[in-house]
């Protein structure tokens, strides 16, 4: 059976993530989660000074990239593969709120953006992948066999990443949630470089009202229909 290469894109707390591991799970395919590489590259910058409320020190960054090393490692037990960041296991740190608010900026930068899009094709040579992100199907796999761009309403994102982080225990409020997710939208397709906007032979799916089992099916169908060449 031939294998395709999925691109995935769309709005923070779409649930890009969660739809591309089930269908790389189903697929057999090789998930790769192009936003958590962003987030690592943001950890980092927090943890070296190079970003904060109050600075931003972008000379830092680009000069501190070629001492950033991700790669992704999967163990039987875990139900995906974790990112390290220079060997140590980041995959917990990067999913808080801080972390959130920082790192479209981090994702602003042309440098970034070439180092880790070059990283991601690299991943993507063989086919059998499935990436999600802002612009795996525009600028990282133009010629992806099958392309998604997923919305949903702010509130309704909103609502799905706040449970996330409570049903973890980070102490959050609501209107924070949603002012980071609403900021980030701005950023990421206001961007001059590489924004976020869906490839013009993406399918586009809204799922504020569609639960994720439904969201599923629907995306495994047009897979399939892609790799037996139906579509």
Aim: no cysteine; hydrophobic share 40%; proline share 3%.
């Amino acid at each position: 059976m031939k294998k395709i290469t999925i691109a995935i894109d769309g709005y923070s707390s779409t649930g890009k993530s969660t739809v591309a591991k089930q269908l790389a799970d189903y697929l057999g395919y090789i998930y790769v989660d192009s936003g958590a590489m962003y987030r690592a590259v943001t950890l980092f910058a927090m943890q070296n000074g190079i970003i904060s409320k109050e600075n931003f020190d972008i000379e830092k960054l680009k000069n501190s990239l070629p001492s950033i090393q991700l790669e992704f490692k999967k163990k039987p037990d875990w139900n995906k593969a974790h990112i390290f960041l220079n060997g140590k296991d980041v995959e917990n740190d990067i999913r808080n709120l801080e972390v959130s608010e920082f790192v479209s900026p981090i994702a602003t930068i042309p440098e970034v953006r070439t180092k880790l899009v070059a990283q991601q094709q690299e991943m993507g040579l063989l086919k059998g992948v499935v990436m999600d992100g802002r612009d795996i199907g525009t600028v990282v796999f133009p010629n992806a066999e099958l392309k998604i761009f997923m919305n949903a309403s702010a509130e309704k994102r909103a609502e799905r990443r706040y449970k996330e982080l409570t049903d973890r225990g980070d102490s959050v409020e609501f209107k924070d949630v949603l002012k980071n997710i609403e900021d980030r939208d701005n950023i990421d397709t206001t961007r001059k470089d590489s924004p976020l906007k869906k490839a013009s032979d993406a399918i586009e799916i809204d799922n504020s009202d569609i639960n994720i089992e439904d969201q599923f099916h629907t995306v495994l169908q047009l897979a399939k229909d892609r790799i037996a060449g139906r579509i």
